[in-house]
């Protein structure tokens, strides 16, 4: 979410970050492997709300390798 904010990109969001509301959902178009492993919770909140396989919420996926080329999008942009 911060880098989505950071470059200039709308990410909605109800919860603050805090990861319940699936909101901010994205899908990951490319670069999957240079964000942080999904947790139980993400997990949990994005199979309670239909969640694609390629889909990750922005406020819980952290960017691990800044030098890597990420695509993301998601339907509300």
Known sequence: MACCLAA??????S???RGSCSLC???VLRGWDA???MDGHEL????RNG??????LSC???VTDVQAD????TGYW
């Open 15 to 17: 919860c603050s970050g």
């Open 25 to 27: 959902r994205v899908r």
């Open 60 to 62: 819980q996926a952290r």
């Open 35 to 37: 964000l942080s492993p």
């Open 8 to 13: 200039g990109l709308p990410v909605a969001s």
């Open 44 to 47: 949990e909140v994005l199979l």
């Open 70 to 73: 990420i695509a993301i999008t």
């Open 51 to 56: 969640a694609a396989p390629d889909e990750r």
